[in-house]
């Protein structure tokens, strides 16, 4: 602004330095009105058709219909006709790994904000550095510390063993005393220590998310567990006692034995009956958080033409994050053909997500950072997609990635919604996603507290 450009200097003239960077702050560009646009607002609302954001600093001020709201006197104005506005998309599991330019690319996709869930901090250090020496204020950043597992964990170098509930409370304090705003448990955990962790995550008021998968989900939701990691961590909920102890088992003696095992569990699970219902009553009744990372399961049916599942078009784990094997190839050698049984699973997956929904669980998305059928930094639209394909509407799909997505951060109040006095985390698309959930790929344009971010740049990454 050329007023505050002046005005900064003559205040800085023959100032301290403390008064001067003082005065620097107080400049503040004009009001930024965006006009002429399709706005939605994250919550679930249909659409305005033609609508104004009016943004002041970081903040969200004003939203509605043209009619209803006023441009500001001073006010930069910015015409996005033919655009949908929509919040930022929140990626509620993202593992940074040893590739923190993958968040920017993320970033440059409309992900404005992301929780890694098992992480140690050090991990961040590059991408806080990039994000400091770019001047540019995102992606927010929401960390769990490491994963708190139990003896032979399932991601060593990601994790902390606790060997019972008092290790594993400290572990969770240590965790909380570092920055950690949610804390994950991690399977191999029994269910003492489980509970030790989210007791902590209670008494701090931050939300306790967990991979169960050998855990019983309704034994730690009534304990006051908030959110679920993985649709398939509901596997051993719904079978039989017998047949989830086999599972068990298996799992425990070979952390490798869940990568084929969940298909199996998912493909031979009944849906509608005991073991289910239970579990949609304690959905119901608890309402948790569902992050159900869709796309790093998905498995596609055999191919008429050929033998064997759709290969994935990448290299991508074939479970949670890590190496794992890539799916296997078509039947040879007299071993059997699993792609049909592992499409299976996943139809049941996918089926099991929309229930839990109408059950009550509040669904969320989490991209998982690289799976089988999206490109790099794209899991998060896969997800959205799959949302769609599983019975979700589009504009539910859309509050999975924003509104519901801050909820489950505990940020429900100032992030992931477009409404005044939130956090200007938008995104603009070229085509409307509320129609055809797809449209989330035409992100064109993604601002961050207030700021334009170079998207060109970053899709780079
Ligand atoms: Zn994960």
Redesign the pocket.
Known sequence: MESGSRLRATACTGMAVALCVAAAATQQPPPLAVVNVRIIDGTGAAAIEDGRIVIDGDRIVRVGPAATTAIPSGAETVDLSGRTVMPGLIDS?F?IENDPKLALRQLSHGVTAFRD?GQWDEQFVELRRIIVEDGIPGPRIFTTGPHIDGDNPAYPADSVVARDAEEARRHAEASVARGASALKIYYRLPFAAAKAVIDVCQAHGIPCTAHLELLDARELIAAGLHGI?HVTSFGISLVPRREAEAYRQAVLASNDARRDGRYRVFAGADLEGPFAQALYGTLRERKPFLDATLAVFERRPPSPTGVGGTSPPSAAPNG??GSAPPPAPAAAGGQPDLAPMRAAGFAKMKQLTRRAATEGARVVVGG?TEVPFAGRGEAPWREMELLVESGFSPLEAISAATATAAAFLYRGTELGSLRPGFAADLIVLGAPPDRDISAIRTVERVMVAGRWIDVAKYRQY
């Open positions: 599991h593992h869930p990691e949670v994050a998982h």
